[in-house]
C-alpha cells in the first residue's frame, strides 16, 4: 500500500515510496536525510518538528507524508546560502537565544513565517507568535530579543543591543 | 507514534470524495486539517482503514455575508478566521475564539468543519456556534441537508453527519442592529483545552432592551450545552445587573461539569458563574458600539 510521492524540501526534489501512515517530520529526518528538524513530544506540543509548508509554518509530526507531496517544504537547513547566515539564524545567535538548541530549529521556522506575516511585531505579538513552541533551556527572554533583533536587521532599522539582559 | 497503516485517497470533487466513502464504507474517515484526527491515529484511538482527504476540492474554503448570513466553508482555517476582515469587523467572538485555540501552528491547519464534526465538547467552536445559532450544511449522496446546531451534537464524537456525508458549510444569522458577542475559557496553558468555557451572543433594540440572546458553554457537559434558562431570562429583560447574575448562575447550575485534573466540580460551576457574567457584559458592551 505504500506511495510514490515527491517532496520538494528547499529547493531539492525528493522522491520516495512511502506508506501513507508515515509522518512528514520521518520523512524528512529519514528519507530525505535532513535531520535539522526534531521530534520533541510527537503529540503537537512542543514544535520542534515545525517546518513550513507552502510558507505556513506546520508541526511536521501532526501531517502525513502524502499530504506534502507537491508542496513547497522549508526546514531549517534551506535558512543559510552561500552569502552567509540567514537573520533569524544572526539573531539567536548573537542573542545568546540557544542553550541545548533543540527547539532553535522549530522556532526560528516559526519566526520566520511570524516575520514574514508581521514585520514589526510588538513583544507580545511575539510571546503569542511563538505559542506553539516549547523551549526548556532558555526561559524565553533571549527568543524574543533574537526575533525582535531580526525584525530589526531584516527592516534595515537600527539594531538593538545584542548585550546579555539580566531579568 | 505510527498509526495503523490505511489506505489514503485525496480527490478533487465533492462527488469523488462522496463516492469514495460509499465505497469504502464504515472504515473510511475524512481527513482536514488532521489536527484531532492524526494525533488520535497515531494513538490508535482511530483506526480507519481509508482516509479520504478533503483538502484538494476547492470552494470549501471562504467567509462571506450572503442572504443574510455569515458563511463559513467547512474547509476553512483557524488561520483564516482570523484573519478575516467580516470576521474583524462584526464578529468578534471569533477572534476571542481562534486566539484561544491551540498555537498557531495548528491553526495554520486545523478548519471550523473539522472543529464541529469531531464532535467534542472540549472544542471551543461547538459553543461558538451555539451562542450564535448556527445551522449546519451537510451533503451526502442525495444532496444537501440543513441541520441546526442543537441537533447537531450527539454524543461523544457522534454528530449529525452521516456517514457518507461531508460538513460542507456553517451558516451564521448574520449580526444586525446592535449585535454584540465574546468568547472566553479559562485554559491552565497556551494551547489547552478549556477548564470551562462560555460563549455569548447579545442582541439589544435601541432602547437597550435584549431581543436575542445565545449562551453556549464549552467542556462542562457531556455534549456542548445551550444555556437554555440564562437565555430566557436575558430575552426581553432590560439587561440589568441582577438579570445577568441571574443568567450567569443558571449557566452554573445548568451544566454538569465532571472533576478531573483542569479542577474539581465546583471549581468548574464557579468559572462558569463568572465568565458567563464576563462576556455577556463584553457582548454588550460590543452590541452598543
Ligand atoms: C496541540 C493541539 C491543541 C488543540 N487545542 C484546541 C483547543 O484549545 N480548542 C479547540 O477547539 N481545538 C483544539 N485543537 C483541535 C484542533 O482545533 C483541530 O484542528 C480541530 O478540532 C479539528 O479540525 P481538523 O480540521 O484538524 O479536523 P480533522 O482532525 O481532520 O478531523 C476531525 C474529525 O472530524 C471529521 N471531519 C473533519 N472535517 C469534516 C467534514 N468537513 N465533514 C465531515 N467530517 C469531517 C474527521 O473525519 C475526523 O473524525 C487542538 C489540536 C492540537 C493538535
Ligand atoms: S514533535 Fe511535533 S510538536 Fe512536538
Ligand atoms: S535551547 Fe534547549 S530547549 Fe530551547
Not at chain 2, 490505511?6 to 475524512?30: C, Q, R, V
Not at chain 2, 478549556?194 to 447579545?202: L, N, W, Y
Request: with cysteine; glycine share 8%; hydrophobic share 40%.
Amino acid at each position: 500500500m505504500t506511495k510514490k510521492i515527491t517532496l520538494k524540501i528547499n529547493g531539492a526534489e525528493h522522491t520516495m515510496e512511502v506508506e501513507p501512515r508515515m509522518l512528514l517530520i520521518h520523512a524528512i529526518r529519514e528519507n530525505a536525510s535532513l535531520t535539522g528538524s526534531h521530534i520533541g513530544c510527537d503529540t503537537s506540543s512542543c514544535g520542534a518538528c515545525t517546518v513550513l509548508i507552502d510558507g505556513k509554518s506546520a508541526k511536521s509530526c501532526t501531517i502525513l507524508a502524502v499530504q506534502a507531496q507537491g508542496k513547497e517544504i522549508a526546514t531549517v537547513e534551506g535558512l543559510a546560502t552561500a552569502e552567509g547566515l540567514h537573520p533569524i539564524q544572526e539573531g539567536f545567535h548573537l542573542n545568546h537565544a540557544l542553550h541545548c538548541g533543540f527547539c532553535t530549529p522549530g522556532l526560528m521556522m516559526r519566526a520566520v513565517e511570524l516575520l514574514e506575516k508581521n514585520p514589526n511585531p510588538t513583544e507580545d505579538e511575539i510571546r503569542w507568535g511563538i505559542s506553539g513552541n516549547l523551549c526548556r533551556c532558555t526561559g524565553y527572554n533571549n527568543i524574543v530579543s533574537a526575533i525582535q533583533w531580526t525584525s530589526a536587521k531584516m527592516q534595515g532599522k537600527e539594531l538593538p543591543s545584542t548585550e546579555p539582559k539580566f531579568v | 507514534m505510527i498509526a495503523e497503516n490505511f489506505n489514503y485517497d485525496a480527490p478533487t470533487s465533492l462527488d469523488e470524495a462522496i463516492a469514495l466513502l460509499h465505497e469504502y464504507g464504515d472504515d473510511a474517515k475524512i481527513l482536514a486539517g488532521g489536527h484531532s484526527l492524526i494525533p488520535m491515529m497515531k494513538l490508535r484511538f482511530a483506526s480507519p482503514t481509508h482516509l479520504i482527504d478533503i483538502n484538494n476540492i476547492p470552494g470549501l474554503s471562504y467567509v462571506k455575508e450572503e442572504d443574510g448570513y455569515l458563511k463559513i466553508g467547512a474547509m476553512t482555517k483557524e488561520v483564516e478566521v482570523e484573519e478575516s476582515e467580516i470576521i474583524h469587523a462584526k464578529y468578534q467572538i471569533f477572534m476571542d475564539a481562534t486566539k484561544l485555540i491551540a498555537d498557531p501552528q495548528v491553526r495554520n491547519f486545523g478548519t471550523l468543519g473539522g472543529n464541529l464534526a469531531h464532535g467534542d465538547a472540549a472544542n471551543d467552536h461547538p459553543a461558538v456556534m451555539i451562542a450564535l445559532g448556527a445551522d449546519v450544511e451537510i451533503t451526502g449522496k442525495d444532496g444537501k441537508r440543513t441541520v441546526g446546531i442543537d441537533d447537531f451534537f450527539q454524543g461523544f464524537y457522534t454528530t449529525a453527519v452521516e456517514h457518507g456525508e461531508v460538513l460542507t458549510e456553517i451558516r451564521i444569522p448574520a449580526a444586525s442592529g446592535n449585535y454584540g458577542s465574546a468568547y472566553h475559557k479559562a485554559e491552565r496553558k497556551v494551547g489547552d483545552y478549556a477548564t470551562a468555557g462560555v460563549a455569548a451572543m447579545i442582541q439589544m433594540d435601541d432602547q437597550g432592551r435584549c431581543t436575542k440572546a445565545g449562551i453556549g458553554l464549552t467542556n462542562v457537559s457531556p455534549l456542548p450545552l445551550r444555556a437554555s434558562r440564562s437565555e430566557e431570562v436575558l430575552i426581553g429583560s432590560d439587561l440589568s445587573e441582577a438579570v445577568i447574575a441571574q443568567a450567569a448562575q443558571y449557566a452554573s447550575e445548568d451544566c454538569s461539569p465532571s472533576e478531573d485534573l483542569r479542577g474539581n466540580v465546583e471549581y468548574k460551576r464557579h468559572l462558569v458563574s463568572v465568565i458567563t457574567k464576563r462576556m455577556i457584559n463584553k457582548a454588550i458592551s460590543r452590541a452598543k458600539k
